[in-house]
T-cell receptor, first 114, second 113 residues
Framework: NAGVTQTPKFRVLKTGQSMTLLCAQD?????MYWYRQDPGMGLRLIHY???????AKGEVPDGYNVSRLKKQNFLLGLESAAPSQTSVYFC?????????????FGAGSRLTVL | QKEVEQDPGPLSVPEGAIVSLNCTYS??????FMWYRQYSRKGPELLMY????GNKEDGRFTAQVDKSSKYISLFIRDSQPSDSATYLC?????????????FGKGTTLSVSS
């Protein structure tokens, strides 16, 4: 059982380049999330999806786009990367468990924008 | 004022010590409280979750919630070097899947042998 898998694990971009981060989950979870984690800032929600074909903005959505064409996949795109987007990106999926929300996270994608 | 406040540390203790990690929050609607552990260069993983006030114990770990004070704690007994990680508290108002979790910024713990 792989859980949540993120690709790539590391990437270096130049300012203005575009890229897509892929998240795949094999737990049949309806809800999927993209967070970024920065020193001193904690986890901040970028976008999320409550089901196939749906997306919604989180706390820090600017500069990012997402798509959820298949239930098991959630893609995060950067159309024109900026140095401020240097961060570690985490994908997560959610189920309702015993009356509490539980997030299952991937291992992270470390992005550097030069 | 942030909804969830958590002292970032770092916190350094010797092996065998009792560790107390804490979060305070401002939203009285929060009822579900979680602690995630994050090892270096890994994703967070759920460690403990509790509903409303009270204590919950799991091995060396005890989660405590005091809703009257809007204060939650995670106690680690007989701490081990393998407990060295960042601990994030998280909370939500409802249990329905999709309800936003509000995270603290995390406390970094180092346990030396």
């Amino acid at each position: 059982n792989a859980g949540v898998t993120q690709t790539p694990k590391f990437r270096v971009l130049k300012t203005g380049q575009s890229m897509t981060l892929l998240c795949a989950q094999d737990m049949n979870h309806e809800y999927m999330y993209w967070y970024r984690q920065d020193p001193g800032m904690g986890l901040r929600l970028i976008h999320y999806s409550v089901g196939e074909g749906t997306t919604a903005k989180g706390e820090v959505p600017d500069g990012y786009n997402v798509s959820r064409l298949k239930k098991q996949n959630f893609l995060l795109g950067l159309e024109s990367a900026a140095p401020s987007q240097t961060s570690v990106y985490f994908c997560a999926s959610m189920q309702a468990l015993s009356g509490a929300n539980v997030l299952t996270f991937g291992a992270g994608s470390r992005l550097t924008v030069l | 004022q942030k909804e969830v406040e958590q002292d970032p540390g770092p916190l350094s203790v010797p092996e065998g010590a009792i560790v107390s990690l804490n979060c305070t929050y401002s939203n009285s609607a929060f009822q579900y409280f979680m602690w995630y552990r994050q090892y270096s260069r890994k994703g967070p993983e759920l460690l403990m979750y509790t509903y409303s006030s009270g204590n919950k114990e799991d091995g060396r770990f005890t989660a405590q919630v005091d809703k009257s004070s809007k204060y939650i704690s995670l106690f680690i007994r007989d701490s081990q070097p393998s407990d060295s990680a960042t601990y994030l508290c998280a909370m939500s108002a409802r249990a329905e899947a999709g309800t936003a979790l509000i995270f603290g910024k995390g406390t970094t713990l180092s346990v030396s042998s």
